[in-house]
């Protein structure tokens, strides 16, 4: 049987080489993340009539995609914001890449929908036929040329996803020590997402599904604020590269080894529209602790900016941790709550340096704007009993619609 305790203590050694900064980070990314619900490009010769009859069947067949699976909601089953936003959620223009490939047959890609309100970005595409795995050994002269792994288990995520029944025995032969080896084919997308003059768009978080067709659904979420200058666009033109990859992994009873090719395969494009509206300005003040604090925000369907300013730093009218907490164990929580009570989740921490006396954080939206705001803020440490505001005898910020 595969001990899942033994997987859990290999994951662990692996992130135990973090520097001290990256692991809290990810200890915090994870706490916020459990709470959300919860090769060479293919060239074909063909004639210029040809070109242009292909590129309206492939609108045409992008834009039904658009209208039969819009993946907002798809990914709305999980994700009330989502479903919340799903109508909004669309492009002006996309276009698909064909990938053929002789172990895959044909692949499409394509961006299926989008939405930009100014703060952030959620953009969602889809890969069909993008994947299959099979058994393999590989003789000497290939084994030569792979490289030696840990003999780590392969994840196996998604019930529906190709090749998990490959994956299953592979961790089997793990577990029994006996050799087995496996090929995978892929499709997949880079990590970065591009504007057509250049601009990497930072993200914040990904998630990824399967339809009941089983087509590969990916919804990115950028970081907010987005860089300087695309809040301002009526429009953003986006990118991403498609990578086709041989991965081959062998286990030889006591060892493990792997092997990859990759060649670019291609990019899939859209263009997205701004939502006009969708930017709510609120402000507020009150008195913590005996200090005046001012709080000001931008706030989208999708995402929310605050900062918080004080005439007293910070660490002088905040609760501080207990005697022997590092201090790089410590941080300013910033927790913000709608006239519904539903929470805005931060994107980071806040650490203050000496002194400070403002700051600004980043928060995930509900999928709606709200009418009102009540700002929290409280100290937070590594160990502390209770991991949300403990709003009792805390007095929160009310803030509300900013008038013009």
Not at 215 to 229: H, Q
Request: glycine fraction near 8%.
């Amino acid at each position: 049987m595969i001990d899942e305790k033994d997987i859990r203590e290999k994951v662990d050694r692996r992130l135990s080489g973090l520097r001290e900064e990256e692991a809290r980070r990810m200890r915090i990314r994870a706490a916020i993340n459990a709470e959300r619900q919860a090769g060479a490009a293919v060239k074909r010769r063909i004639s210029p009539a040809l070109i242009f009859a292909l590129a309206a069947l492939l609108l045409m067949a992008s834009i039904a995609i658009a209208e039969h699976l819009n993946l907002f909601t798809l990914f709305g089953k999980t994700d009330q914001r989502y479903a919340n936003i799903a109508e909004q959620a669309n492009l002006t223009a996309t276009e698909a890449a064909e990938v053929n490939d002789e172990n895959l047959g044909q692949a499409t890609a394509v961006m299926n929908s989008a939405f930009f309100d100014g703060q952030t970005l959620n953009l969602a595409f889809q890969i069909e036929q993008g994947v299959r795995y099979e058994a393999h050994t590989p003789d000497a002269d290939e084994l030569a040329s792979m490289t030696a792994m840990e003999a780590m288990p392969a994840a196996i995520e998604y019930p529906s996803a190709a090749g998990n029944d490959i994956l299953m025995a592979y961790n089997q032969a793990l577990a029994n020590g006996t050799p087995f080896g496996y090929r995978a084919y892929t499709v997949y997308p880079s990590d970065h997402t591009l504007t057509d003059d250049g601009v990497d768009i930072p993200p914040y978080a990904a998630d990824s599904a399967y339809t009941e067709d089983g087509v590969y659904a990916e919804m990115r979420e950028f970081e907010t604020p987005l860089p300087a200058g695309l809040a301002g666009r009526s429009e953003l033109n986006l990118s991403i590269q498609l990578y086709r990859a041989i991965h081959t992994v062998y286990f030889d009873g006591q060892r493990a080894y792997q092997h990859t090719e990759r060649t670019e395969a291609g990019e899939i494009t859209g263009t997205v529209p701004l939502t006009q509206g969708a930017v709510r300005e609120m402000y507020g003040e009150g008195e913590i602790n005996g200090v005046e604090c001012r709080a000001s925000a931008r706030v989208s369907p999708m995402a929310a900016e605050i900062t918080i300013s004080s005439e007293a730093p910070f660490r002088t009218f905040l609760t501080a941790p207990p005697q022997g907490v590092d201090p790089y164990d410590a941080w300013i929580e910033l927790e913000a709550y709608d006239e519904a009570g539903r929470k805005y989740r931060a994107q980071d921490a806040f650490m203050p340096e000496e002194g400070c006396t403002e700051g600004t954080m980043a928060f995930i939206g509900v999928g709606e704007l709200p009418e009102t705001l009540t700002l929290y803020v409280f100290s937070a440490w590594e160990g502390m009993d209770a991991p949300e505001a403990d709003r009792n005898g805390i007095t929160g910020i009310a803030m509300t619609v900013r008038k013009e």
